[in-house]
Nanobody, 129 residues
Framework: QVQLVESGGGLVQAGGSLKLSCAAS??????????MGWFRQAPGKERELVAG????????GFADSVKGRFTISRDNAKNTVYLQMNSLKPADTAVYYC????????????????????WGKGTLVTVSS
């Protein structure tokens, strides 16, 4: 019902920037019905929430480790959510996934991976020191 495709990953030096995109293909409901989140999983570590955004972009949330460096945004007309990553650190190296959760509350922001309805396949971000 919902397919998510991430793009924009790659190799960047520490201190650099990358912008990830996640394009959604939706058969039922509309993109604006879904709260969105970006997650990441580094080798040997558990998947963690990086950032979340509500259906209308009115509310966002970030992991402490990325606050002030990453921003999340969405364009409901383009069915796309973005993750702008600045001041990247080697510790940011991971596979980044976007995920969608249908939610009736307009300002709901995902706070974790449990309960997300759909997942993309991920895009690799590697930050060299």
């Amino acid at each position: 019902q919902v397919q998510l495709v991430e793009s924009g990953g790659g190799l960047v030096q520490a201190g650099g920037s990358l912008k990830l995109s996640c394009a959604a293909s939706i058969r039922i409901r509309t993109f604006s019905s879904y709260a969105m989140g970006w997650f990441r999983q580094a080798p040997g570590k558990e998947r963690e929430l990086v950032a979340g955004i509500s259906r209308s972009s009115g509310s966002t949330g970030f992991a402490d480790s990325v606050k002030g460096r990453f921003t999340i945004s969405r364009d409901n007309a383009k069915n796309t959510v973005y993750l702008q990553m600045n001041s990247l650190k080697p510790a940011d190296t991971a596979v980044y996934y976007c995920a969608a959760k249908y939610h009736p509350v307009r300002d709901y922001v995902p706070t974790g991976g449990v309960g997300m309805d759909y997942w993309g396949k991920g895009t690799l971000v590697t930050v060299s020191s």
